[in-house]
């Protein structure tokens, strides 16, 4: 054992760390699961971990809600920086690692990725340019994103400032195209999930014949399904996906290729267009999902050809699942995974002629198995792994220590 091993050993049974998150529920969405599964793996290796929120639910011990008494669902910026201030005036921390912009953090993790490249993305969802500059000029209007922008550019822009651990190379460009931000002050810590999630045969056998029962199919059919998991269907790409089994479906293939759609967003516009395009005999919408490691268990293929994404969860616990994936350059996840071999990357959800070719790709058995037998051989799951995430976080801590000393 090394000196470093045995210095990362010691600092491990003493260091304390603030994980800093503006709501404490893993309803909301995967920043959320993100933070929760992060600080269960830094315990796990010995740290004692401190989520701090504004607002959130939750009995967990080591979670501390400053402004739950505050009016709002949310609270302001400039509250919950007063309420964190007093918190540690308060209590102690070695790390102070935060998800929202604090210039007082020792760490930024901005895990939606910067905000200036959320906005534009955004706009550019909603593929009219009439929206597209309706949607950035009333952007400036909302007091609350232009805070937060504002602090986020201060941050990236102050050569003292937190080191900035990014989840991607996509969001490293975004900080340096947007923001000027230096390459000394950016980390690339590739984003990880849990890979160890169990799988309930009986609600993932119910599953598969719920979809199979919705689309008049038995199993003799050998149907290809391709899973798309979202919240935000239209900024996930959910249209122009199908836009491409529209034209899938009317092209030859080894087997027929059928959507299933899983999420907390509303159906409507897209049932339409699926029955406009004659392909929603093809395709399911099943609402939100309890675990999506049960319906990753009973599909063939994770296909999100996203808009917007700093490096999407979904797609790596497909990956930790075994299953080839789809999806687009602007998803931070096509970092842990290789084009051709994993699965598909197309240049931008637009591009529907790309996006079916991937879609009967896979319509091919041998395929799906030989992208299957990549990920395991590659050992892509311990890469994924949160663990793998925790490990390097530790390493960066010490780091920071070691440049900082802390009484």
Same mark, same amino acid.
């Given at each position: 054992?090394?000196?470093?091993?045995?210095?990362?050993?010691?600092?491990?049974?003493?260091?304390?760390?603030?994980?800093?998150?503006?709501? &404490?529920?893993?309803?909301?969405?995967?920043?959320?699961?993100?933070?929760?599964?992060? @600080?269960? *793996?830094?315990?796990?290796? =010995?740290?004692? @971990?401190?989520? /701090?929120?504004?607002?959130?639910?939750?009995?967990?011990?080591?979670?501390?809600?400053?402004?739950?008494?505050?009016?709002?669902?949310? &609270?302001?910026?400039?509250?919950?920086?007063?309420?964190?201030?007093?918190?540690? /005036?308060?209590?102690?921390?070695?790390?102070?690692?935060?998800?929202?912009?604090?210039?007082?953090?020792?760490?930024?993790?901005?895990?939606?990725?910067?905000?200036?490249?959320?906005?534009?993305?955004? *706009?550019?969802?909603?593929?009219?340019?009439?929206?597209?500059?309706?949607?950035?000029?009333?952007?400036?209007?909302?007091?609350?994103?232009?805070?937060?922008?504002?602090?986020?550019?201060?941050?990236?822009?102050?050569?003292?400032?937190?080191?900035? @651990?990014?989840?991607?190379?996509?969001?490293?460009?975004?900080?340096?195209?947007?923001?000027?931000?230096?390459?000394?002050?950016?980390?690339?810590?590739?984003?990880?999930?849990?890979?160890?999630?169990?799988?309930?045969?009986?609600?993932?056998?119910?599953?598969?014949?719920?979809?199979?029962?919705?689309?008049?199919?038995?199993?003799?059919?050998?149907?290809?399904?391709?899973?798309?998991?979202?919240?935000?269907?239209?900024?996930? =790409?959910?249209? *122009?996906?199908?836009?491409?089994?529209?034209?899938?479906?009317?092209?030859?293939?080894?087997?027929?290729?059928?959507?299933?759609?899983?999420?907390?967003?509303?159906?409507?516009?897209?049932?339409?267009? &699926? #029955?406009?395009?004659?392909?929603?005999?093809?395709?399911?919408?099943?609402?939100?999902?309890?675990?999506?490691?049960?319906?990753?268990?009973?599909?063939?293929?994770?296909?999100?050809?996203?808009?917007?994404?700093?490096?999407?969860?979904?797609?790596?616990?497909?990956? *930790?699942?075994?299953?080839?994936?789809?999806?687009?350059?602007?998803? =931070?996840?096509?970092?842990?995974?290789?084009?051709?071999?994993?699965?598909?990357?197309?240049?931008?959800?637009?591009?529907?002629?790309?996006?079916?070719?991937?879609?009967?790709?896979?319509?091919?058995?041998?395929?799906?198995?030989?992208?299957?037998?990549?990920?395991?051989?590659?050992?892509?799951?311990?890469?994924?792994?949160? =663990?793998?995430? @925790?490990?390097?976080?530790? &390493?960066?801590?010490?780091?920071?220590?070691?440049? #900082?000393?802390?009484?």
């Amino acid at each position: 054992m090394h000196a470093g091993q045995i210095r990362v050993i010691i600092l491990t049974m003493s260091l304390k760390v603030a994980i800093v998150i503006e709501r &404490a529920d893993t309803t909301l969405g995967g920043a959320e699961r993100s933070v929760f599964e992060l @600080a269960a *793996a830094l315990t796990a290796r =010995g740290l004692c @971990a401190d989520i /701090l929120a504004a607002k959130g639910r939750t009995n967990n011990k080591n979670v501390h809600i400053l402004c739950g008494d505050d009016p709002g669902k949310r &609270a302001s910026y400039s509250a919950f920086e007063r309420a964190l201030r007093k918190h540690f /005036l308060e209590n102690h921390y070695d790390i102070i690692h935060s998800v929202w912009p604090f210039g007082f953090a020792d760490v930024y993790q901005p895990r939606g990725g910067t905000y200036a490249e959320s906005i534009l993305r955004n *706009a550019a969802s909603y593929q009219n340019i009439f929206i597209e500059r309706y949607k950035m000029l009333t952007t400036f209007g909302n007091l609350r994103r232009n805070t937060l922008l504002r602090a986020e550019r201060r941050l990236c822009q102050y050569p003292d400032g937190p080191v900035i @651990a990014a989840l991607s190379r996509y969001v490293v460009e975004q900080l340096r195209r947007h923001y000027g931000t230096a390459s000394q002050q950016i980390v690339v810590i590739p984003n990880g999930v849990k890979t160890d999630g169990r799988i309930s045969s009986q609600e993932a056998d119910q599953l598969r014949t719920r979809i199979l029962t919705q689309l008049r199919l038995k199993e003799a059919d050998n149907p290809v399904l391709f899973l798309f998991v979202a919240n935000n269907f239209r900024l996930k =790409g959910l249209a *122009a996906l199908i836009k491409a089994m529209s034209n899938a479906a009317r092209r030859a293939g080894e087997r027929k290729a059928y959507l299933i759609v899983a999420g907390h967003d509303k159906p409507h516009r897209y049932r339409r267009l &699926a #029955k406009k395009l004659n392909c929603l005999d093809r395709t399911v919408f099943l609402g939100p999902l309890r675990h999506v490691q049960n319906a990753l268990s009973v599909i063939d293929v994770a296909v999100l050809p996203t808009f917007y994404d700093p490096s999407s969860r979904y797609i790596l616990e497909a990956l *930790a699942a075994g299953k080839p994936v789809i999806t687009t350059k602007f998803n =931070g996840a096509v970092d842990l995974f290789d084009d051709y071999r994993h699965g598909r990357i197309i240049d931008t959800p637009e591009d529907i002629p790309a996006l079916t070719q991937a879609i009967l790709d896979f319509t091919d058995t041998n395929n799906i198995e030989e992208a299957s037998r990549a990920i395991a051989k590659d050992n892509l799951k311990e890469e994924i792994s949160i =663990g793998r995430v @925790a490990d390097q976080l530790i &390493a960066l801590y010490d780091s920071i220590l070691q440049r #900082k000393p802390r009484k």
